[in-house]
């Protein structure tokens, strides 16, 4: 199992922008695809974007046209980019990745970062 390492949460005003970033924390595991989940307070979790290890995107309806999902293989390194950020986007962001090579196709791997909390302020 590897650990992964979120960063990039915070507070924001509606209408912001943040870029939640997210690594292994042993530098030697390589990762493919990642996928960002976010859980609100008293709901489920959701899978908000996800970007295959061919670089294939999924987006939830709630986020297309806002959030941006990337990968850099060489800094090893998944990103979301989060733009015009609304108070319902309020939540803790997971990361989630497979190691290389990954199976293309959407899918929930065994590998978790620990969250990181974004909140928007109306």
């Known amino acids: 199992q590897v650990h992964l390492v979120e960063s990039g949460g915070g507070l924001v005003q509606a209408g912001g922008s943040l870029r939640l970033s997210c690594a292994p924390s042993?530098?030697?595991?390589?990762?493919?695809?990642v996928g960002w989940y976010r859980q609100a307070p008293g709901k489920g979790r959701e899978l908000v974007a996800h970007?295959?290890?061919?670089?294939?995107?999924f987006y939830v309806d709630s986020v297309k046209g806002r959030f941006t999902i990337s990968r850099d293989n060489a800094k090893n390194t998944g990103y979301l980019q989060m733009n015009n950020l609304k108070p319902e986007d309020t939540a803790v962001y997971y990361c989630?990745?497979?190691?290389?090579?990954?199976?293309?196709?959407?899918?929930?791997?065994?590998?978790w970062g620990q969250g990181t909390q974004v909140t928007v302020s109306s």
């Open positions: 970007i295959t290890g061919g670089r294939n995107t």
């Open positions: 989630n990745a497979d190691q290389c090579p990954s199976v293309e196709g959407i899918y929930e791997y065994p590998n």
């Open positions: 042993d530098e030697s595991i390589c990762i493919a695809s």
